[in-house]
């Protein structure tokens, strides 16, 4: 009989596993739905390009319909609940679908009202209406102090508030008013870098263009009013304009299921990528505990994974893929001769990184 | 060397450098409540270096680090 799967989140993590399991798996052997509350796929690296180049919100949103493979069925609606006793995921419409195979590609929530006075004073790049009245307030600011960190961990794509603090030096350098604004990054880390071997490569940017830092800098609130940054290891800082990346949580879905842990992330195994304690249950991408950076890259690579060991066991095939913390990272600083990193980070004992 | 502490959270940091056990631990601080003994297994050697740093800058206590095969527990107080 054919095994219905259902994927909760239609971003990159379950749009791949969603396309690879229609790949191998034929319509007799299995269904593959996908739930997606906005029916939109955002590439959210474009994010970057729109708040500081010319690039059109419109050539990084498409339909999730267009990019699915055909035979994959697409449900707009909103889960708000997932019940594993009964195999069933409820919906905001009333709709419930049941499933043999659950794959839990919710991704991460933002929560600027975490950090008090986030949300009244910080801007951010990681939607796209955010990205756009960023770009609005940077045309406009031509003096001052412009600060740029991190509302918490963890957050999406690690290297972007770094990245975003190069490109900025460069677009100012190109409109000659580099001279009148300060760009000062906040670290959480005793380094700019997460990655210790990458650090002095950005370092040396950082150093060259005169871009300020401080680290060891854990935001803990912002006072809008006197224009500060406080953090948990006790320094204030003031600015004239400030950049944060909300604090990130799971997704609601998962908290209103109690699938997840204090942040909302789904405990699952690192190796099998199974949520802890499910035979049936899977999570990747951004949904997941793991320690690793929250990245389509990520997502990418755990979704080939699920894909090949779901239908490995719906065709009888004993053989199982492991995840091995493969992650692949792309940094763009935005200079003329732009730069690139490229890292892996293995979970896999014995694992090296490589740049 | 005295006895292993409990902790209330352990955090598997082994192997993976992006993010990093130091920002697992920031995280799993943020999220404890005062008092919880948080666990770090790390096997980057730069954690015995950076995570006592931070723990000292944060006002947080660092109650010890224990060497294991290939890697090392660090454990910490949640302490404000």
Redesign the interface.
């Known amino acids: 009989m054919s095994k219905k799967i259902v994927i909760v989140g239609g971003g990159p993590a379950g749009t791949i596993v969603a396309n690879l399991l229609t790949k191998k798996l034929k319509k007799e052997e299995a269904s593959v739905t996908v739930i997606d509350k906005t029916g939109r796929h955002v590439y959210e690296p474009g994010l970057l390009y729109v708040t500081l180049s010319d690039q059109d919100p419109k050539g990084i949103v498409k339909d999730e319909k267009d990019i699915l493979n055909k035979k994959v069925r697409l449900i707009v609606d909103e889960a708000t609940k997932i019940d594993t006793k009964r195999k069933m995921v409820e919906m905001k419409s009333g709709n419930r679908f049941d499933y043999d195979y659950l794959i839990i590609a919710t991704g991460a929530r933002l929560c600027p009202e975490e950090v008090p006075g986030l949300k009244e004073a910080a801007y951010h790049f990681y939607t796209v209406d955010e990205a756009l009245k960023l770009k609005d307030a940077l045309e406009k600011f031509d003096k001052g102090k412009i600060v740029i960190g991190v509302g918490g961990v963890p957050y999406k794509c690690p290297p972007a508030p770094a990245e975003i603090a190069c490109f900025l030096d460069y677009k100012l350098r190109k409109r000659k008013t580099r001279d009148k604004v300060e760009i000062h990054y906040l670290s959480p880390l005793p380094r700019i870098f997460p990655i210790e071997s990458v650090d002095p490569i950005v370092n040396k940017i950082f150093e060259k263009e005169g871009i300020k830092y401080t680290t060891f800098f854990n935001v803990e609130s912002v006072d809008p009013k006197r224009k500060e940054v406080h953090s948990l290891e006790g320094e204030t800082i003031g600015y004239d304009l400030l950049i944060l990346i909300p604090p990130h949580r799971g997704s609601k879905v998962i908290e209103d299921s109690g699938l997840g842990d204090r942040g909302g992330w789904v405990p699952t195994d690192r190796y099998t990528l199974k949520v802890k304690g499910y035979d049936d249950v899977y999570a990747i991408g951004d949904a997941t505990d793991l320690p690793i950076s929250k990245s389509g890259a990520a997502a990418h690579y755990e979704a080939k994974v699920v894909a090949n060991n779901i239908a490995s066991e719906i065709k009888g095939i004993e053989s199982r893929d492991k995840y091995n913390g493969k992650v692949v990272c792309l940094c763009d600083a935005g200079n003329k001769a732009i730069y690139m990193i490229i890292l892996q980070s293995p979970l896999v004992p014995d694992g090296s990184i490589v740049c | 060397m005295s006895e292993e502490p409990k902790v209330d959270r352990l955090?598997?940091?082994?192997?993976?450098?992006?993010?990093?056990?130091?920002?697992?631990l920031?995280?799993a601080i943020?999220?404890a409540k005062v008092g919880e003994v948080i666990g770090v297994l790390s096997s980057?050697t730069?954690s015995k270096r950076?995570i006592p740093?931070?723990t000292s800058?944060?006002?947080h206590k660092l109650i010890g680090i224990y060497e294991k095969a290939?890697y090392a527990e660090i454990v910490v107080q949640k302490i404000k």
Not at chain 2, 11 to 24: H, K
């Open positions: 955090i598997d940091a082994r192997n993976t450098f992006c993010p990093g056990p130091l920002m697992e920031i995280r943020k999220e980057d730069g950076d740093l931070w800058k944060a006002g290939g």
